[in-house]
């Protein structure tokens, strides 16, 4: 566990590093701080037993930001030594071979992982402003270019100006060749790849996985390949187990990672599993999630309806973030939702309203989203206008919409969900996934 000298936040409290360890019973902890001054750099490392708090072993070490890499190898050196541990081989060949990297360039990319791994309109756009600046400041940097098309490609989700999607397929592709190009070894080359081939026309979902198998063959302790390979096969090709089983192993690894939580909470909710949905949801709200969500899905909709007011305020448009997994619903319909579950209709109809105005605007100016139509299908069976409601959500499987496991216990479609109707659309979108899952075993069949 690294912290800065005084605390970090963990499970939602202020906690001592000692108290973190006892809690995760850890013996010892590592803790430091670094100075920037100019191009000159200084850490400080600190080796705590995290059962006494005592100071096991301290050392600084200084140099240039053009030598960090040098600096990196000799404290996991010296830390090895005190730990008495020994280093495996592939850390070993890691140390030895560290790359010549402007220091500029490898601050552009920390920056810019950072911001992706928080998934918002800002912070994938500046994610990809720090990315481009790295790969123009050192062009043979290939961990700056997997990380250009690894957003490029999240700008096409849904993310930045629509105008840009265009050209974005073919040039997140080419970043991602490029950084293969440089490092073919490089885990996040393969993953960055992997996610485009697998989500993005012309659409090649066993190579996708191929790609994001490769990642973890290469780095296992890469979290966001362990994340990707999940949703890849619980989304896209039905296996929620094998889905659940991925996003675990990557929780384990990036245990604080909210947006993890969100996925796990909803995949639990698609395998059926609502407490471990409930409970999952209550850490997500411990590392700064709505609480509103958490308190609507356990069925609390008076508090759920008084957070969700806060959250509902707080935006300009009705969709809080634009994605549109189980729990990433605009604020307004989970609110409508839960003023209507509280028994306050006149308020809930509004803002089914508001949510309908928003997407029917956005259609107009050119949307094709499978979001905006299964929105859309959200508000009109909430309202029990299931014409509509199907209509809308036939026009989301025609733009390829695949998560029926989802759809199939959304409180949001309660009202269509013992309708035969419902069930042989469900069925057809199921059959379209495993008719996609059979093509796949058979490409991996004939390797």
Known sequence: VASSRSSLRYQGTQKSLREIGQELGVATLLEGTVRRQADRVRVNVELIDARTGRNLWAEAFNGS?????????????????????????????????????????????????YLRNRETDENVIKAAEYFEQATERDPGYALAWAGLAEVRS??????????????????????????LELDDQLAEAHLSKGIIL?????????????ELRRAIELNPRLA???RELGLLHWRKMGR?????DALLIANELEPFWPLLKDHLAAAYAAKGDGVRSVETLREYEELGASAGVVALVAGEYEAAARHLERANERYVDPVGFYGYELYDQEYA???????????????????FAETE???????ARGDTS??????????????????????????????????????ERHFFLESLHGEERFKRMMDGVKARVEDARRQVDATEARR
Do not use: C
Not at 357 to 363: G, N
């Open 154 to 179: 999240l700008m096409l989700m849904g993310y930045g100006p629509r105008e840009l999607w265009p050209e974005l397929p073919e040039k997140a592709m080419r970043a991602a060749e490029t950084a």
């Open 370 to 407: 499978i979001k905006a139509r299964v929105g859309l299908a959200a508000v009109h069976a909430l309202r029990r206008d299931r014409e509509a409601a199907y209509d809308w959500l036939q026009q989301a499987i025609d733009a390829g919409f695949y998560q029926y496991a989802e759809l």
């Open 65 to 113: 930001m053009s030598d960090i890499f040098a600096i990196q190898s000799e404290i996991a050196e010296k830390l090895a030594d005190k730990l008495k541990v020994e280093l495996s081989a592939e850390t070993e060949k890691a140390l030895v071979g560290a790359p010549t990297v402007d220091p500029e360039a490898y601050e552009l990319v920390l920056r810019g992982r």
């Open 198 to 210: 697998a989500h993005h026309p012309p659409y090649d979902v066993a190579a996708g996985e191929r």
């Open 357 to 363: 105005q928003y997407y029917t605007d956005r259609i």
């Open 224 to 226: 966001n390949a362990h």
């Open 240 to 244: 929620v187990e094998d889905g659940l």
């Open 333 to 351: 319909t989970l609110l409508g939702y839960a003023r209507l579950k509280a028994g306050d209709e006149d308020r809930a109809l509004r803002l």
